[in-house]
C-alpha cells in the first residue's frame, strides 16, 4: 500500500470516529420519524380477566362481571373516554366505515389517561334490576351499573331466527384531539350480546 | 238601579280578584319550586364545565412536560383521579343528582389545578435539565470531535515520519 491509500484509509478511519463523537449532539437536533403505526386498541374481557366466559344468559337480579381495557401505541400519553351504551338489536351501532359513533345517549363512562405503550383496564359490573315480558316483547325497565342505577326502559322483540330477546351492551372509545380541544369518537367500539329468555 | 249595577260590578271584580287568586296559588309553587331546582342544576353544568376545562388544560400541560423530556406516570395517576371524579359527575348529572355532580366536579377541578401546577413546575425542571444536558453534549461532542481531529492529525504525522524512515531505510538497504 503506498502513502495515498494509507491517507484515504486514515481519513475515512477519522470520519467515523468524528461521527461517533458527534453522535450524542447529532440525536439532539435532528429527530427521526417513528415509524411505527399509531393506534389505540379497545378490549373487553369476561370475569377471570381472559377472553371467554362473557356472560350471555342473562337473569333478573343475577351480576355480571366484565373488565374494559385500553391501549395505548400513539407515541404520546393519552386522554381517552370509554363510554358505555346499552341497545336491543333495531337501535344504532356505531358506523365503522364513516367513523360515527352511536346516537345512543352513554349510560356510564369512564375516563383515561394512558402513556405510550401502556394500558388501563376497569371492572365493570351490571345486572338488570327490573324487567318485564309481554307476549313477544321483553322490557327492561332498570339496569345497575357498578353501583349506579339507571332507567331504560328498552323493549326488544323476539327474535325467532336465533330464538331469543336480544339486547347488545357494548363500549365506544373516544379520544380528546388536542388541537380541536374537544373529544372525537376514535372507531373503535366492542360490545356483547345478552340473552334475556331465561329470566 | 245604580246601586245595583254598582254591586254587580263590585261582585264581578271580587270573583276576578278570586280567581286571580287562586290561579296564583296553582302556579305559585311551580316557580318556588322550579327556581331553586333549575339553579342546582345550573351550578351542576357551570361546576362539570368547570372541572372539564380545567383537566383538559392540566392534561395539555402533562403533554407539554412530556414533550421537554419529564416523567409524567406520576402525573397521570393523579389525572385519572381526577377523570374518574368527572366521570362520575357527569354520571351524575344525567341521573339528576346535582348535588353529587356538583361535589364530584369540584373535586375533580382542585385535582385537576394540582395536576396543572405540578405539570407546570414539571416541565420547567425538565426544560432546564434538557438544556442543560443539550449545552453538555454539545460541549461534549465539540470536544470528542476535536480530539479526534487532533489525535488524527497527529497520528498521520507519526505515522508518515515512521513510513518514510522506513521507506528511506528499505531504499538504502537496496543501494547497498
Redesign the interface.
Known sequence: MN?EE??TL?VI??LI??L???????S?VISLPKGSERFSELWVLGPNHMAEDYPFNVTIGGQYNLFVGVGNHMG??A?Y?VYLKFRNRIQPLPDASSSKPSSL?PL????????DGAT?ENPVSFSILEASRRSNSFFIHRICIND???SVDSSSNWDSENRGFYYQLFFELWL?N?TS?SFEYHNRFVGIWLNMTRS | MDKKVDWMDAMSTLKLFAVILILFAFVFPIFTFTTPASSTEDIAVSAINRAEEVI?LA??S??EA?KAGAN??GL?TQ??VA??L??EA??SY??EDFDRAVRSANLCYENGEKVRFDAQRLKDLATKDGRQ??WW??V???V??G???FG?FL??QL??RR?FQRMGTEVVSDES
Open positions: 502513502l494509507y491517507r486514515f478511519g477519522c470516529f468524528i461517533a463523537a458527534a453522535a450524542p449532539m447529532l439532539m404520546y400519553s386522554y373516554i345517549p356510564y363512562e369512564f375516563r383515561a389517561f394512558v402513556a388501563w349506579v342505577v339507571f380528546y388536542t380541544q | 383538559a392534561y395539555q402533562v403533554l412530556e409524567v406516570s397521570l389525572l385519572n377523570g374518574q368527572l366521570a357527569r354520571t344525567r341521573l444536558l443539550f453534549t454539545t461534549g461532542s465539540i470528542g470531535v480530539a479526534v481531529i488524527g497520528g498521520w505515522f508518515k513510513y
